[in-house]
């Protein structure tokens, strides 16, 4: 069956360190990938995509992997501050749009 | 407008009773979904409008669910004889085109069916 895996686990981390969450996927051929952030209350915001020929796409602080083999992709934030708090979400796409299916989400608490 | 906005913010119903959820999309967006999201679980796709068609209704949950767009904006999502099991967040985002890969958010709507 087809699986989207996000760690459902929150994840700790103390300020300035660099932050890392795993996305898992299983029975799928996405076209692209994307990462969204979603704070309590709020609708997802997306935050980078990165396309299936591509294996790193960076953004600021934000960058991304992407490991078609693994059929996994990283999503890092470097020099995490409290603000990046937040549930992340993946989300992949097999049919160029008409279709995308996220993940549950990590969420992520960065401690001052 | 500014964003994808969706109304009411919150609704609460009685079992068994009839809602229309509203979503507005960035003005000019053809592309518009519908998603539910129950605590703690990922956003579970229902459906999706390429202006006022909707090509595939199959992640609709029951037949008690039904959606429409008219006008090439605005969308309703009817639940019917809601149940306990509906109680979600439903979110709307919308896209300019389908084939645009990023979508922009509503804020949802808090459902709670007692």
């Known amino acids: 069956s087809q699986k989207i895996e996000q760690n459902s686990e929150a994840l700790n981390i103390q300020e300035g360190k660099t932050a890392t969450l795993t996305c898992n996927y299983t029975?799928?051929?996405?076209?692209?990938l994307q990462w969204y952030r979603q704070d309590p209350g709020r609708g997802p915001v997306f935050l980078l995509l990165?396309?299936?020929?591509?294996k790193e796409k960076r953004k600021e602080r934000l960058k991304v992997t992407f490991d078609t083999t693994l059929k996994q992709s990283l999503f890092h934030i470097t020099a995490s501050q409290p603000a990046d708090s937040a549930t992340y979400l993946c989300?992949?796409?097999?049919?160029?749009?008409?279709?995308?299916?996220f993940g549950a989400g990590t969420r992520l608490f960065v401690k001052a | 407008g500014a964003g994808v906005s969706q109304s009411p913010s919150n609704k609460v119903t009685e079992k068994g009773k009839d809602v229309e959820l509203r979503c507005d999309p960035i003005?000019?967006?053809?592309?518009l979904y519908w998603y539910r999201q129950s605590l703690g679980q990922g956003l579970e796709f229902l459906i999706y409008f390429q202006g006022n068609s909707a090509p595939d209704k199959s992640g609709l949950p029951s037949d008690r669910f039904s959606a429409e767009r008219t006008g090439g904006s605005v969308s309703t999502l009817t639940i019917q004889r809601t149940q306990q099991e509906d109680s979600a967040v439903y979110l709307c985002?919308?896209?300019?085109?389908?084939?645009?890969?990023?979508?922009?958010f509503g804020p949802g709507t808090r459902l709670l069916v007692l």
């Open positions: 990165i396309r299936e020929n591509e």
């Open positions: 003005s000019g967006h053809t592309a």
């Open positions: 985002a919308s896209s300019p085109i389908i084939s645009e890969e990023t979508q922009y």
């Open positions: 989300a992949l796409d097999e049919t160029g749009g008409f279709k995308t299916i």
């Open positions: 029975n799928y051929s996405p076209a692209y």
